[in-house]
């Protein structure tokens, strides 16, 4: 089966750039006929790969795309999850081709989604078309479940798995949504910081005001959002809102043990990965803890006032700051954005009113690395990648994992294969082919572990 994989790597690429073509940014409404086109385009994936019961389940939003196949009676039953939406591409003119036409430069392929998630999704179809086209069957029982709202909250698939249908039943999730920690070395994530993503409207006058006539008097709605965010973090970057901290869960000596082991060297990942002049954080703070276990509080971006070419002396009416919190263990998505809500409100000066609005939220998790199924696919990755898996956890938020958890109360296999330069979120997004040519026959020898 494994030469099925070599023989067919230009028809996989051929399929990889053809969905990476497809603008499924979710966070514009103007991309929402792309976003039908790429949940067709991966609903008919699986049904060229053998899937049965293929289907867009339709709802509140963006279409789910579920497809399975459940005939190894006894056998384990794998859920394995991707989403099919990207994030916008902006900006444009960093991009060195244009994001979606992908171009593939050395042994990367470049484009919007390469990484996150339409790579790493493609790579668990092609793994299942692997075992129907040569064996007709799999050694393990699967179900697709594929979404297209991750990158603006997934509403649609938490109130779909909430509901706990019984075609979701399963003995494990498999998540291909995460990184290697480093070129060449397997990687098991079994922790990820959960997500509090706000915003903050501030309003002054009733309309926008002469800085000359009005000023000294009038409020000023960005002066007062400098002022509320300046008083939510300190300069070291500890977060100043009261009772933040009470939750959170040091990560165990053994972890501390384990992260101090990898290879890693933070002034290369400053000059070449952050490209900062110093890196920043709680002094005193490991930079893997600072990574992966505390939670932080960053500012996305502040809209408000004249920000055109030359000279507008404006105090304007209204200033909007968009605002996100990552949550680790044990941490609660709807306590801390209360006690964020709270804490602007303290903070905010006289004249002007704060709206604080919830986006979205997830909780964050942690993966017991013993379990039998996070065994099974270190065994896989270690065999064909050739190296020990290590296990780390992950900055980042993926919400499905606490819902698979709460709502199906199965764990999340996230065996990903992205890097950590991809450039996630960021122009010139990439995915690095030989990760993915491997990616796919590590999942195909999972399945065949867990089948034995």
Not at 170 to 184: L, Q, S
Not at 247 to 264: I, N, T
Not at 394 to 422: E, N
Request: aromatic content about 8%.
């Amino acid at each position: 089966m494994m030469s099925y994989y070599e023989a067919h790597r230009t028809e996989f690429l051929e399929g990889l750039k053809a969905f990476l073509a497809i603008p499924s940014v979710s966070t514009l409404p103007e991309h929402k006929p792309d976003i039908r086109r790429a949940a067709e385009f991966v609903a008919e994936e699986l049904r060229n790969a053998g899937l049965a019961g293929v289907e867009l389940i339709e709802g509140p939003g963006n279409p789910l795309v579920y497809g399975e196949w459940t005939g190894a009676p006894g056998k384990p039953t794998l859920l394995l999850y991707g989403h099919y939406d990207v994030q916008p591409p902006d900006p444009l003119e960093e991009w060195k081709s244009p994001p979606f036409e992908p171009q593939i430069r050395g042994e990367d392929i470049f484009a919007r989604g390469a990484s996150d998630d339409k790579g790493q999704t493609y790579i668990l179809i092609k793994a299942v078309e692997g075992f129907l086209k040569t064996r007709g069957n799999l050694p393990v029982n699967v179900k697709f479940l594929i979404e297209g709202e991750e990158e603006v909250g997934g509403g649609h698939i938490e109130r779909y798995v909430a509901g706990r249908p019984p075609r979701l039943q399963a003995d494990a999730a498999v998540i291909c949504d995460t990184e290697m920690f480093a070129p060449g070395l397997p990687t098991i994530c079994v922790g990820l910081r959960g997500i509090v993503y706000a915003e903050l409207e501030v309003q002054g006058a009733a309309h926008d005001l002469h800085s000359g006539v009005y000023g000294g008097a009038a409020p000023n709605p960005l002066q007062a959002v400098a002022e509320i965010l300046c008083a939510l973090k300190d300069r070291d970057g500890r977060i100043q809102i009261p009772g933040f901290y009470d939750r959170v869960q040091p990560p165990s000596p053994k972890e501390r043990e384990a992260w101090a082991r990898l290879p890693f060297d933070e002034e290369a990942y400053r000059a070449r990965e952050v490209g900062a002049p110093e890196l920043v954080g709680e002094p005193g703070v490991p930079l893997f803890e600072r990574l992966w276990a505390r939670p932080t509080l960053e500012v996305h971006g502040i809209r408000g006032g004249f920000t055109g070419e030359g000279a507008k002396t404006v105090i304007p009416a209204r200033a909007v700051a968009k605002i996100s919190m990552r949550l680790v263990p044990d941490q609660r998505p709807e306590e801390a954005f209360e006690q964020f809500r709270a804490a602007v409100e303290r903070a905010r000066p006289r004249g002007v009113t704060v709206q604080v609005r919830r986006i979205h939220g997830a909780a964050p998790s942690v993966v017991n690395p013993d379990s039998p199924f996070i065994r099974a696919a270190a065994q896989a990755l270690t065999e064909v990648f050739g190296r020990e898996t290590v296990y780390v956890r992950s900055g980042g938020s993926i919400p499905i994992v606490g819902l698979f958890d709460a709502h199906l109360g199965i764990p999340s296999v996230m065996m990903g294969f992205g890097l950590p330069d991809d450039n996630l979120h960021a122009p010139n997004e990439k995915f690095h082919l030989p990760n993915f040519y491997r990616g796919i026959e590590a999942v195909a020898r999972y399945f065949e572990i867990l089948g034995q």
